[in-house]
């Protein structure tokens, strides 16, 4: 494997410095992560003529890389990895169920690479969003709570103190029983459990993005000490804290 990655990096290198060299001489800089984020706010505001806008100024207004030296393929790679990031963004924001806007996304991504011609993957991607983006203000619509909201943000201020179930539905001013099963029913998982996966994904990113020893993670989000943070952390990631760090930090060398 690592002969194999010798030889990658040389063909890499020189596709690389080829490409660089290409988007520069002829300033075609990429810009397509504004050009994404401008998609993903006219999707959740459910605004369909801005989607349809933004789609059409792709290559008018924007640059982006060329995947394949067959240009339909890759267009195909381009839409597909649209659709792809959009609905990640919707589902690790939370404005849809994980499940629900994944399987979508796979079937928007089946049809995409089915296309034909530019003409019809044009027509699936603007379909395509255009889906994702109804779904999700059908979504908000029947499933947005005014409690499950506020609990969540205050989950997300309060994540480095230890929180109680009963704090958070006094700072509402409802029942711990009737949080719990509002939050259980819009979720599909307890508020506890909620709570712990939130800690766990802070943990990563700590881990990931600070110098803070393993310890001073666990405290700081609340774990009751190293060894249990440690324990939890195992379960969940199906690595050790130490394991993850170490294997983030050697792939993104």
Same mark, same amino acid.
């Given at each position: 494997?690592?002969?194999?990655?010798?030889?990658?990096?040389?063909?890499?290198?020189?596709?690389?410095?080829?490409?660089?060299?290409?988007?520069?001489?002829?300033?075609?800089?990429?810009?397509?992560?504004?050009?994404?984020?401008?998609?993903?706010?006219? =999707?959740?505001?459910?605004?369909?003529?801005?989607? =349809?806008? @933004?789609?059409?100024?792709?290559?008018?207004?924007?640059?982006?890389?060329?995947?394949?030296?067959?240009?339909?393929?890759?267009?195909?790679?381009?839409?597909?990895?649209?659709?792809?990031?959009?609905?990640?963004? @919707?589902?690790?924001?939370?404005?849809?169920?994980?499940?629900?806007?994944?399987?979508?996304?796979?079937?928007? =991504?089946?049809?995409?690479?089915?296309?034909?011609?530019?003409?019809? /993957?044009?027509?699936?991607? $603007?379909? @395509?969003?255009?889906?994702?983006?109804?779904?999700?203000?059908?979504?908000?619509?029947?499933?947005?709570?005014?409690?499950?909201?506020?609990?969540?943000?205050?989950? $997300?201020?309060?994540?480095?103190?230890?929180?109680?179930?009963?704090?958070?539905?006094?700072? &509402?001013?409802?029942?711990?029983?009737?949080?719990?099963?509002?939050?259980?029913?819009?979720?599909?998982?307890?508020?506890?459990?909620?709570?712990?996966?939130?800690?766990?994904?802070? @943990?990563?990113?700590?881990?990931?993005?600070?110098?803070?020893? &393993?310890?001073?993670?666990?405290?700081? /989000?609340? #774990?009751?000490?190293?060894?249990?943070?440690?324990?939890? #952390?195992?379960?969940?990631?199906?690595?050790?804290?130490?394991?993850?760090?170490?294997?983030?930090?050697? =792939?993104?060398?």
């Amino acid at each position: 494997m690592k002969s194999y990655l010798n030889t990658y990096l040389k063909q890499y290198n020189k596709v690389y410095e080829q490409l660089v060299f290409d988007r520069q001489e002829y300033s075609k800089l990429h810009n397509t992560v504004e050009w994404g984020n401008w998609i993903y706010e006219c =999707i959740k505001n459910n605004d369909i003529d801005e989607i =349809i806008n @933004a789609v059409s100024s792709v290559e008018k207004k924007y640059t982006p890389g060329t995947l394949s030296s067959n240009e339909l393929q890759s267009k195909k790679y381009l839409s597909i990895g649209l659709i792809f990031v959009i609905v990640n963004w @919707a589902a690790h924001d939370r404005i849809i169920d994980n499940e629900t806007i994944l399987t979508v996304a796979d079937v928007c =991504i089946l049809l995409c690479d089915e296309s034909k011609s530019k003409d019809e /993957l044009v027509k699936n991607t $603007y379909s @395509a969003l255009i889906i994702i983006s109804n779904l999700i203000a059908e979504y908000k619509e029947k499933e947005y709570n005014p409690i499950v909201q506020y609990a969540k943000d205050y989950i $997300y201020k309060n994540l480095h103190f230890r929180i109680h179930v009963t704090d958070i539905a006094d700072s &509402i001013g409802v029942s711990p029983e009737h949080l719990s099963r509002t939050f259980h029913h819009v979720e599909g998982i307890s508020i506890k459990e909620y709570i712990l996966e939130e800690r766990i994904n802070r @943990a990563r990113n700590l881990l990931k993005h600070s110098d803070y020893e &393993i310890s001073e993670i666990a405290e700081y /989000l609340a #774990f009751s000490s190293a060894s249990h943070f440690a324990s939890v #952390f195992k379960k969940h990631t199906k690595k050790t804290p130490t394991e993850y760090r170490k294997d983030y930090f050697e =792939i993104n060398v």
